[in-house]
């Protein structure tokens, strides 16, 4: 839930460089989600996590390509007001 309602929040901003940190809110949010089902298989809640781990690694995926193409606008519109 985190992941995605971090994102809506940054898209619903007034700036790139807000939407940035959102989404880098967000990579945390994906990181703790790892961390919490590494720690569910270790504890035996969960025998097979690698469907999920897949479906992670693709999320990270698009999230690394939305923060580079947001702070390509961002180092762009710097570029253009100096």
Known sequence: MS???????????????ELFHFLGISAGSLAELETQLIIAKELGFIDNITKVE????????????????????????NNQNA
């Not at 992941?3 to 460089?17: L, T």
Request: aromatic share 6%; glycine share 8%; proline share 3%.
């Open 3 to 17: 992941i995605p309602s971090n994102i809506a929040e940054g898209c619903g901003r007034d700036s790139d460089k």
């Open 54 to 77: 897949d479906k992670m690694k693709a999320v990270q995926k698009l999230l690394t390509g939305f923060r580079k193409y947001v702070k390509t606008n961002i180092d762009s519109k």
